[in-house]
């Protein structure tokens, strides 16, 4: 409880601070508060204790007997004016914003809402006049937690950029329907960091898994009308406690610190196996949503202060109805201890931010240098992890790919478009139209190459020649995310499927840039026409892999997109908590040329250190060809001139990556099979070797003598590719790359 002791100094930072007698200090940030109470629950009893110390915009108090596990949480009293943005009312008990566990996982309640609300949680009046009801026993509650945890000499991996390959994954999608994970752990994070997880992901060659949300969260109210959940995640409700939901049962009941516990052994564990783990963190928006929201946590202790107000109404580049306010040095402080306390506490290696260019927003708009930016970027234990900004928002002038500064990598929006256009969006409309002018390789190039048109925008014109400010590891290449269709609907529909979200078809995007081969939706292969257009579709996806993971920067796959997992056509899954979400293991077997496929690929990568340079590739020198330089050629081994780049007839690019060992790449959108002359550049000892063919189910893995180039009257190399296709050739002494194969 609050113990009075007039001459203490105000506690350097908000939230409960105590040692292990359970003695400290409680503060919370609330400047237009009237008066904060400390409300502390044993079993069904709450007492409340007045902070009878204000400092500033502090509010706090000496503090004893918060042993861990004790439950608290904040009732405010103060002005009640929704129109101004101002919403205390003592009956909702709040959420501390830095509290390390909570005491439950909650569906949302009537009684969180701090104005009346009926059964479908709508206001019961437009006068919105506060709730009479206390929220107490039904809320969710803040737990005091111990901070100790045998972490077993834990060592994180640190991969460099050049070497990370990203796996893109929900905790409980990756193993609810993982059959070598026990019964109990699927779906959970001790299934995550289970042997059958991390056999897989290394198997494949991912160094780091970046995980959707695991912050606790709450649903947001037209979802609990529709009787569905916010299955992502993105909906945050405290930004230090992990989301109880996500953990064992056993741990569940066992209360937050057990909770916590199973999150760092997951972290443990996957660092054991030399994975990475970076945590993808909701700072744009919380689950009080706008102006028609629940009382949770900071809305009620001050909404003027946390979120973004213009003259009493929120302010929504997020798209859920508000913004937190990233020029508030609090909503900074906020954001700065629960970035530390999970690098600290935690052990994770890294952040991916969900909508950061609305955590870099000011009075004038975007600045690449803000001071939240600049906070993170310079923070001592922050900076050397891997930052990842999602760079955009839905507000005006919100799409800044290529806009953030170092130390910061991006999705790169850029590149999932141009390798869709180029494998699908194209072929989809010379399909339709009939016309082969539609098309091009210019785009595809500039992706393949590490997108530097984008990444380099914001050099200062002064540097040293060939000098960047950033490295081609700042693009994060994608071709599916958590939003959107997956790989193997990419290939299978032309349209959305939403039915299941309950809007009509009115959420998700239309821009898919997808194709469905000829066919809508699953095919029958036991037809001719079923089983061809099947087939076109798994050579689609092997060679938009092969594209993905032989580009210059950091790749990113969609957990599931190697087992060519569906969603049956639904591009907005975020509410589906169901078998449309998760990853269907059993496709394994059938799916096997897909996983080989990438496989090789990032063994590929491995072995040819080019695949993966810091620098931007720059034009080769014939005379002198180095690592990090990149030669393009066209369908008869010829350079490319200006005009060729513009010429939208064009549908067959090579890729030549040297090295000690070349790796020349084929790329063929072209619609039939076509010949392809391979470039007369000077080869290094050894013969000319097909290492990967798309084409092929197997995924034309090793060496086939039948698909080696074959030598022209002319001295030059041809080689048959076949439609819409990818062959990788490695030049000089390949000796011992299939053993070395994971």
Same mark, same amino acid.
């Given at each position: 409880?609050?113990?009075?002791?007039?001459?203490?100094?105000?506690?350097?930072?908000?939230?409960?601070?105590?040692?292990?007698?359970?003695?400290? =200090?409680?503060?919370?940030?609330?400047?237009?508060? %009237?008066?904060?109470?400390?409300?502390?629950?044993?079993?069904?009893?709450?007492?409340? #204790?007045?902070?009878?110390?204000?400092?500033? &915009?502090?509010?706090?108090?000496?503090?004893?007997?918060?042993?861990?596990? =004790?439950?608290?949480?904040?009732?405010?009293?103060?002005?009640?004016? /929704?129109?101004?943005?101002?919403?205390?009312?003592?009956?909702?008990?709040?959420?501390?914003?830095?509290?390390?566990?909570?005491? #439950?996982?909650?569906?949302?309640?009537?009684?969180?809402?701090?104005?009346?609300?009926?059964?479908?949680?709508?206001?019961?009046? @437009?006068?919105?006049?506060?709730?009479?009801?206390?929220?107490?026993?039904?809320?969710?509650?803040?737990?005091?937690?111990?901070?100790?945890?045998? !972490?077993?000499?834990? +060592?994180?991996?640190? =991969?460099?950029?050049?070497?990370?390959?990203?796996?893109?994954?929900?905790?409980?999608?990756?193993?609810?329907?993982?059959?070598?994970?026990?019964?109990?752990?699927?779906?959970?994070?001790?299934?995550?960091?289970?042997?059958?997880?991390?056999?897989?992901?290394?198997?494949?060659?991912?160094?780091?898994?970046?995980?959707?949300? *695991?912050?606790?969260?709450?649903?947001?109210?037209?979802?609990?009308?529709?009787?569905?959940?916010?299955?992502?995640?993105?909906?945050?409700?405290?930004?230090?406690?992990?989301?109880?939901?996500?953990?064992?049962?056993?741990?569940?009941?066992?209360?937050? %610190?057990?909770?916590?516990?199973?999150?760092?052994?997951?972290?443990?564990?996957?660092?054991? $196996?030399?994975?990475?783990?970076?945590?993808?963190?909701?700072?744009?928006?919380?689950?009080?949503?706008?102006?028609?929201?629940?009382?949770?946590?900071?809305?009620?202790?001050?909404?003027?202060?946390?979120?973004?107000?213009?003259?009493?109404?929120?302010?929504?580049?997020?798209?859920?109805?508000?913004?937190?306010?990233?020029?508030?040095?609090?909503?900074?402080?906020?954001?700065?201890?629960?970035?530390?306390?999970?690098?600290?506490?935690?052990?994770?290696?890294?952040? +991916?931010?969900?909508? $950061?260019?609305?955590?870099?927003?000011?009075?004038?708009?975007?600045?690449?240098?803000?001071?939240?930016?600049? $906070? *993170?970027? =310079?923070?001592?234990?922050?900076?050397?992890?891997?930052?990842?900004?999602? /760079?955009?928002?839905?507000?005006?002038?919100?799409?800044?790919?290529?806009?953030?500064?170092?130390?910061?990598?991006? !999705?790169?929006?850029?590149?999932?478009?141009?390798?869709?256009?180029?494998?699908?969006?194209? &072929?989809?409309?010379?399909?339709?139209?009939?016309? &082969?002018?539609?098309?091009?390789?210019?785009?595809? $190039?500039?992706?393949?190459?590490?997108?530097?048109?984008?990444?380099?925008?914001?050099? &200062?014109?002064?540097? /040293?020649?060939?000098?960047?400010?950033?490295?081609? !590891?700042?693009?994060?290449?994608?071709?599916?995310?958590?939003?959107?269709?997956?790989?193997?609907?990419?290939?299978?529909?032309?349209?959305?499927?939403?039915?299941?979200?309950?809007?009509?078809?009115?959420?998700?995007?239309?821009?898919?840039?997808?194709?469905?081969?000829?066919?809508?939706?699953?095919?029958?292969?036991?037809?001719?026409?079923?089983?061809?257009?099947?087939?076109?579709?798994?050579?689609?996806?092997?060679?938009?892999?092969?594209?993905?993971?032989?580009?210059?920067?950091?790749?990113?796959?969609?957990?599931?997109?190697?087992?060519?997992?569906?969603?049956?056509?639904?591009?907005?899954?975020?509410? %589906?908590?169901?078998?449309?979400?998760?990853?269907?293991?059993?496709?394994?077997?059938?799916?096997?040329?897909?996983?080989?496929?990438?496989?090789?690929?990032?063994?590929?990568?491995?072995?040819? /250190? %080019?695949?993966?340079?810091?620098?931007?590739?720059?034009? @080769?020198?014939?005379?002198?060809?180095?690592?990090?330089?990149?030669?393009?050629?066209?369908?008869?081994?010829?350079?490319?001139?200006?005009?060729?780049?513009?010429?939208?007839?064009?549908?067959?690019?090579?890729?030549?990556?040297?090295?000690?060992?070349?790796?020349?790449?084929?790329?063929?959108?072209?619609?039939?099979?076509?010949?392809?002359?391979?470039?007369?550049?000077? !080869?290094?000892?050894?013969?000319?070797?097909?290492?990967?063919?798309?084409?092929?189910?197997?995924?034309?893995?090793?060496?086939?003598?039948?698909?080696?180039?074959?030598?022209?009257?002319?001295?030059?190399?041809?080689?048959?590719?076949?439609?819409?296709?990818?062959?990788?050739?490695?030049?000089?002494?390949?000796?011992?790359?299939?053993?070395?194969?994971?």
């Amino acid at each position: 409880m609050p113990e009075h002791v007039p001459s203490a100094s105000a506690p350097v930072s908000p939230g409960l601070h105590v040692g292990q007698d359970g003695s400290g =200090t409680f503060a919370v940030v609330a400047p237009r508060a %009237q008066a904060v109470d400390l409300c502390i629950r044993r079993g069904r009893t709450e007492t409340r #204790h007045r902070l009878r110390r204000v400092d500033g &915009p502090l509010h706090w108090d000496r503090v004893t007997g918060m042993t861990p596990g =004790t439950e608290y949480g904040i009732r405010v009293y103060g002005r009640w004016d /929704p129109e101004a943005g101002h919403f205390a009312n003592p009956e909702m008990l709040l959420l501390d914003p830095y509290a390390r566990g909570v005491s #439950h996982a909650s569906p949302l309640l009537t009684s969180m809402f701090p104005y009346e609300v009926d059964s479908m949680l709508e206001p019961v009046s @437009a006068e919105l006049a506060p709730s009479p009801f206390d929220s107490g026993p039904t809320a969710v509650w803040s737990v005091h937690l111990d901070g100790s945890f045998d !972490w077993q000499e834990d +060592r994180a991996p640190r =991969t460099p950029w050049e070497d990370t390959v990203l796996y893109e994954a929900h905790v409980k999608g990756l193993t609810a329907l993982h059959p070598r994970v026990p019964s109990a752990q699927r779906g959970t994070y001790a299934g995550l960091g289970h042997r059958a997880v991390t056999d897989h992901l290394r198997s494949l060659g991912v160094t780091a898994i970046e995980l959707m949300p *695991i912050h606790a969260a709450m649903d947001e109210p037209h979802l609990t009308r529709l009787g569905l959940t916010n299955y992502w995640g993105y909906s945050t409700l405290s930004f230090l406690a992990p989301n109880p939901a996500l953990a064992t049962a056993a741990a569940q009941r066992a209360g937050a %610190q057990a909770v916590l516990d199973e999150v760092r052994t997951m972290v443990r564990s996957l660092h054991a $196996a030399g994975i990475e783990v970076i945590l993808d963190v909701v700072y744009n928006h919380t689950a009080e949503g706008g102006a028609l929201g629940p009382s949770l946590s900071l809305r009620g202790l001050d909404a003027a202060e946390y979120y973004w107000l213009s003259e009493g109404s929120f302010l929504d580049v997020t798209g859920t109805g508000g913004t937190l306010d990233p020029r508030s040095v609090h909503v900074m402080d906020l954001i700065l201890a629960s970035l530390r306390y999970w690098a600290q506490e935690v052990h994770v290696d890294g952040f +991916r931010f969900d909508l $950061a260019t609305a955590l870099a927003r000011d009075d004038g708009g975007f600045r690449a240098d803000h001071p939240l930016l600049r $906070a *993170i970027s =310079t923070d001592p234990v922050l900076r050397g992890l891997k930052l990842i900004a999602e /760079p955009w928002d839905v507000g005006s002038y919100g799409w800044r790919t290529g806009g953030f500064l170092p130390p910061f990598a991006e !999705w790169n929006d850029a590149f999932r478009d141009g390798v869709r256009g180029y494998w699908l969006a194209q &072929p989809r409309e010379r399909e339709r139209s009939g016309d &082969p002018a539609i098309g091009g390789v210019r785009d595809l $190039a500039t992706r393949l190459a590490g997108s530097s048109d984008l990444f380099t925008r914001q050099d &200062p014109s002064d540097l /040293p020649a060939g000098r960047t400010l950033r490295s081609a !590891w700042a693009s994060v290449n994608y071709l599916t995310a958590h939003d959107g269709f997956t790989l193997a609907d990419l290939t299978s529909y032309d349209d959305k499927h939403n039915e299941a979200n309950g809007e009509d078809g009115r959420d998700g995007t239309e821009a898919n840039r997808s194709w469905n081969h000829g066919h809508e939706g699953p095919v029958d292969p036991g037809t001719a026409d079923g089983a061809r257009i099947a087939a076109q579709r798994r050579r689609t996806r092997r060679s938009m892999l092969a594209t993905l993971l032989l580009a210059s920067g950091t790749p990113m796959i969609t957990a599931g997109d190697e087992l060519s997992r569906t969603q049956q056509g639904n591009n907005n899954a975020y509410c %589906q908590d169901n078998e449309i979400s998760w990853v269907d293991w059993s496709l394994a077997e059938s799916e096997e040329s897909c996983i080989a496929t990438v496989r090789t690929l990032l063994a590929l990568r491995r072995e040819h /250190p %080019q695949l993966r340079t810091r620098a931007f590739p720059r034009p @080769a020198d014939p005379a002198d060809l180095r690592e990090d330089q990149v030669a393009w050629f066209g369908r008869e081994g010829e350079e490319l001139s200006h005009e060729d780049w513009f010429d939208p007839r064009r549908h067959v690019l090579q890729m030549l990556r040297p090295g000690p060992e070349h790796v020349l790449v084929v790329i063929s959108g072209a619609d039939r099979d076509l010949e392809v002359t391979l470039p007369a550049q000077p !080869w290094p000892t050894g013969t000319p070797r097909i290492v990967l063919d798309t084409s092929r189910e197997d995924g034309g893995t090793g060496s086939d003598p039948m698909s080696r180039p074959v030598r022209g009257k002319d001295g030059r190399q041809r080689l048959q590719v076949p439609a819409r296709s990818v062959v990788v050739i490695v030049i000089g002494d390949t000796s011992g790359v299939e053993e070395r194969l994971p």
